[in-house]
């Protein structure tokens, strides 16, 4: 599992605190990737809690050519935003990463994310919802293979260039 982003309640690293105390007698591996010095309370716990914890891997912030290389070798992005997320720019970059997403049912997540088909959606800050899905997919791991063939293809800045003024012209 991948998690990167601010380290902050607002990005749901408190929900992910909690769904990591439920997967304890489950084999994981869970990388945090985010600027360690300027996460919240919530990443204060998870860190304390976790920082001998051989499943849970910190990373302090990473540049995107380093998180890509981490992504490519991990199978599902975590992406549990208690945010109103209106274009997720992690949802694009798992994507195209090949990640399949388990985020949280909410705007932007929700949208450009097919539940069941190439991702994973819960209930806002229902860390027990998450826990279950990321238990059900290390308890069935062919489940991801599946959630991968489904993933669309990564847009180039020049498709999403179009698609913008695409909507522009049918506005004007």
């Known amino acids: ?37 300027n996460g919240d309370q919530s990443f204060d716990q998870i860190y304390s809690e976790n920082k001998n914890n051989k499943k849970v891997i910190f990373h302090d912030a990473l540049d995107q050519s380093s998180i890509f290389k981490l992504g490519c070798k991990c199978d599902i992005a975590l992406i549990p935003s208690s945010w109103f997320e209106t ?57 991801i293979d599946y959630l991968r063939l489904n993933l669309p293809q990564p847009r180039s800045p020049n498709d999403l260039g179009n698609e913008i003024n695409l909507v522009y012209e049918k506005l004007l």
């Open 87 to 143: 274009g997720p720019i992690t949802v694009y970059e798992a994507f195209a990463m090949k990640l399949p997403v388990i985020g949280t049912r909410l705007g932007g997540i929700e949208e450009l994310c097919k539940d069941n088909f190439n991702s994973l959606l819960f209930d806002l800050n229902d860390h027990n919802e998450l826990s279950n899905l990321m238990i059900s997919l290390i308890k069935k791991p062919e489940k």
């Open 1 to 37: 599992f991948l998690f990167w982003g601010r380290l902050v309640s607002a990005k749901g690293i408190n929900v992910l605190r909690e769904a990591i105390k439920r997967l304890k007698d489950y084999e994981y591996t869970i990388h945090i990737v985010g600027d360690m010095k």
